[in-house]
């Protein structure tokens, strides 16, 4: 944990106070082994099942007739009931919140809690105890996942954005929470370090504030409330979904890898404070701007555009220690995979929060509302930033879980490339086709007020974003998930020298 | 930050700020609405109750079928866009409008047109003195050679059977399964969508209670928190 190198005593036969942390470390990992790998090989399940549903919901948006497959290959096969039967069925509709319900709960949802177990045994310092709780707690948690995803594609949908999954589903995942949540708890209660480096700091807002908001928001949506409240609850939902939950524990990780690979201190723990701070005073007060124009409170809008643009000051800070921390440092992300996807997604992060901001204005929102602008910054905020975080902390931590290291650089540059230009498009394309949509949407001439003239503005973009996008990012996750797959079956590289995109010294 | 305890407070205030000023007070002031009541001098029961709560099965068809990722059912005022403009509503809807539904479904992406008014019909008079009910909802100018002559039940079943035979650039998926195939009779039905020599194609009892939802979406009701913009004669001129 201490960043600057010690000065070690004595060499002949005496055990330096490297030694004994390294041994220290290794017993914390081998205690998260266990539960740290659940975590990963279920996450990556969803990435893969939450790459499909993207594909198909991206594809139906713009070929809506699709039905996976031309109407010869079910003829051959015989299979015509299953068209009508089952895919006919897969309307945009559906698939939409499968696709977001799977990547928001299933892959990061998952990874986030994986990386949050072994980080915080690594914070604490002490030995994970008591794994079977966190087993029991992801696969509560994963069997709530499939019970949302299985009946939302069968039709249930509770109506609330990012919330649509069956009580059921709630429940599971609710009680797959407490377990790893109080494991958690108590754990920090334990710790052997007395003041908590800034990944704790996140880490906690975390994992106290999920349960606060996810129950509230469960146990609201099913009283009687007065109409738009349920709507008003959705949206303040969101807010801690997407900024106190994903931001936090994306934020954390970065906050460790980042200065653990470059071995340098981050550049100001005051600015980390500021932010930390200010990220969680205004993070829960931003999101009612989804409901701008809408039939709610006046002031709710008012005071999540003012949050929304305070928000600058957690976003500069952050931006600023992330950036002045790796100043210098960056051609090592030539070589280190990790540190390649932590700082790109930090650099995501940067856009997704600036453009969050900027969205908030009355001027820019009038142009991106109802538009496919924010399904642009919802991916730029989870697969942009999380999922790219996530993929650096899991390359950092497979290989000291499991005693070897990854197999192939190729992998893990076809990895990056496919993520990076896959979540590139994807966002670029939802963005842009967005914001073309908006100017006709908020600005329609006379003669052309009919929709259908709005209908075909993104046509342009949007089988690029399914054709290119997804196509890339799905190929690029099959390549990861066969390759975390080796990597369980403990096939790799020998541990000690840890798989680099570049050998040092090869100039590129 | 030296110890967890002020961690731990700090992190409760700002949940806590955000829950109050987010959830808590907006609640006490949206709890108490109620439907708009009319009472006439010397009456027992009110002239006129907005809005009124039904019961619509096809909205759990509306929302099981994800219409609300494409459709939204809030029309805004002027400053925000065009909504009222194109022809979705004589005024902005209100909290007031939605206090008997469970789940308000406002939608939250406009990749077709938004839908809170599209069952607004207002009486016309007509060249014989008589007065017609016709479908206000429009969106498209008068002059407009796509502009649907009517949008009743019949046009809604074409639209979910095959959207692209009438707007080819819809994006709206096919709803066949919402759709059985039954043998002529002695005639073909009215709501058949497509037919063959033996067969048609009609609505299941869910595209008829999905249809019977969308035209019953009217909140274009007089409320005293938002003036009528579009004066239903004004707009039956055009």
Request: with cysteine; aromatic share 14%.
């Amino acid at each position: 944990m201490n960043a600057t190198p010690e000065t070690t005593s004595a060499k002949q036969g005496g055990v330096t106070r490297r030694d004994i942390e390294n041994v220290e470390r290794a017993l914390i990992d081998q205690s998260a082994r266990g539960p740290v790998l659940t975590f990963f090989t279920m996450a990556v399940f969803w990435l893969l099942v939450s790459a499909v549903l993207g594909y198909i919901a991206s594809k139906k948006l713009h070929s809506p007739d699709f039905v996976l497959g031309p109407e010869w290959l079910y003829k051959l096969l015989h299979l015509q009931r299953i068209t009508t039967g089952i895919f006919e069925h897969l309307t945009y509709g559906r698939v939409w919140p499968a696709y977001t319900t799977a990547m928001i709960y299933g892959w990061c949802s998952l990874a986030g809690m994986g990386v949050a177990t072994w980080l915080i045994g690594r914070l604490t310092r002490v030995s994970i105890k008591l794994p079977v709780v966190l087993q029991f707690g992801a696969w509560f948690w994963n069997a709530g996942v499939a019970v949302a995803v299985i009946t939302i594609l069968c039709g249930y949908n509770s109506g609330l954005e990012f919330f649509e999954m069956h009580r059921v589903a709630r429940m599971l995942m609710f009680l797959g929470y407490l377990c790893i949540g109080i494991w958690g708890l108590i754990l920090f209660r334990y710790r052997r370090q007395s003041a908590p480096y800034i990944s704790v700091w996140y880490l906690a807002a975390a994992f106290f504030l999920f349960p606060w908001f996810f129950g509230t928001t469960d146990a609201l949506s099913s009283m009687a409330l007065p109409g738009v409240m349920k709507n008003v609850v959705n949206a303040w939902y969101q807010n801690g979904l997407f900024n106190l939950w994903l931001g936090c524990i994306g934020i954390a990780a970065a906050y460790y890898l980042i200065p653990k690979i470059i071995n340098r201190p981050i550049y100001s723990y005051n600015l980390a404070s500021i932010g930390f701070w200010s990220w969680i005073f205004l993070g829960g007060l931003t999101a009612m701007t989804r409901l701008s124009g809408g039939p709610v409170p006046a002031y709710l809008v008012t005071i999540s555009i003012a949050a929304s643009i305070l928000m600058i000051i957690p976003i500069a800070t952050l931006t600023i220690n992330f950036v002045r921390t790796m100043k210098g440092h960056t051609k090592l992300m030539a070589s280190s995979p990790t540190l390649r996807f932590t700082f790109v997604g930090t650099i995501f992060f940067s856009i997704a929060a600036g453009l969050g901001v900027l969205a908030a204005l009355r001027s820019v929102d009038s142009y991106t509302h109802f538009t496919a602008w924010t399904a642009g910054q919802l991916h730029l905020v989870t697969m942009g930033f999380f999922s790219m975080v996530m993929f650096g902390a899991i390359y950092y931590i497979t290989p000291r879980l499991v005693g070897c290291e990854w197999l192939s650089r190729t992998f893990i540059k076809l990895h990056f490339f496919g993520t990076a230009y896959g979540a590139g498009t994807i966002i670029g394309m939802f963005l842009f086709g967005g914001l073309a949509t908006g100017f006709v949407l908020n600005e329609p001439t006379a003669d052309k007020m009919g929709f259908y003239n709005v209908s075909g503005i993104a046509n342009a973009y949007m089988p690029v974003k399914t054709y290119i996008g997804y196509v890339l990012f799905g190929v690029a996750q099959i390549i990861f998930a066969f390759h975390f797959l080796l990597m369980r079956l403990r096939i790799g590289q020998p541990a000690g020298e840890p798989t680099l995109l570049q050998t040092p010294g090869e100039g590129h | 930050m030296q110890n967890s305890s002020t961690l731990f407070t700090g992190i409760f205030g700002a949940f806590a700020l955000s829950c109050g000023v987010m959830v808590l007070i907006p609640h006490s002031q949206l709890a108490s609405l109620q439907p708009q009541v009319q009472w006439d001098e010397g009456q027992n029961s009110p002239a006129d109750v907005y809005p009124q709560k039904r019961h619509m099965a096809g909205r759990e068809v509306f929302l099981s079928e994800g219409c609300i990722y494409c459709h939204s059912q809030q029309v805004r005022d002027p400053q925000y866009g065009p909504d009222m403009e194109r022809g979705w509503g004589p005024r902005r809807t209100v909290a007031r409008d939605y206090i008997h539904d469970d789940v308000p479904l406002l939608g939250s992406a406009r990749l077709g047109p938004d839908l809170s008014n599209f069952g607004w019909t207002a009486k016309v008079a007509q060249k014989d003195g008589t007065e017609k009910s016709v479908g206000m909802w429009r969106n498209e100018h008068e002059d407009d050679t796509k502009k649907p002559a009517a949008r009743n039940e019949q046009w809604i079943y074409q639209h979910l059977y095959s959207p692209r035979t009438l707007f080819s650039d819809s994006k709206c998926p096919p709803y066949r399964f919402l759709f059985e195939r039954k043998e002529i009779g002695e005639k073909l039905s009215p709501n058949a969508v497509a037919h063959d020599e033996k067969f048609q194609y009609v609505p299941t009892l869910e595209a008829e209670h999905l249809a019977q939802y969308l035209l019953s979406l009217d909140r274009s009701h007089e409320v005293k928190e938002a003036p009528t913009v579009i004066k239903p004669k004004e707009a039956a001129k055009k």
